[in-house]
């Protein structure tokens, strides 16, 4: 059942919310946000990304 009650809903994700009705799918979901986050903290600490990140912050004007 999603979070929104629909309980005939079938397969892997609620078809009205899009919630996640399977637990596999939502442990596999989070393994690979998980996974994602440790690719993205390395990335965020390479001195070149950190530049960039800066100057594209300026041009779009994000303090
Ligand atoms: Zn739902």
Not at 30 to 56: A, F, P, Y
């Amino acid at each position: 059942m999603g979070f929104c009650g629909l309980s005939e809903a079938t397969g892997r994700f609620c078809t009205r919310c899009g919630a996640i009705l399977d637990i596999q799918t939502a442990a596999a979901l989070q393994d690979e946000m998980e996974s994602l986050d440790g690719k993205l903290s390395t990335i965020l600490q390479d001195e070149d990304v950190q530049r960039l990140l800066v100057k594209k912050m300026i041009e779009l004007g994000i303090e």
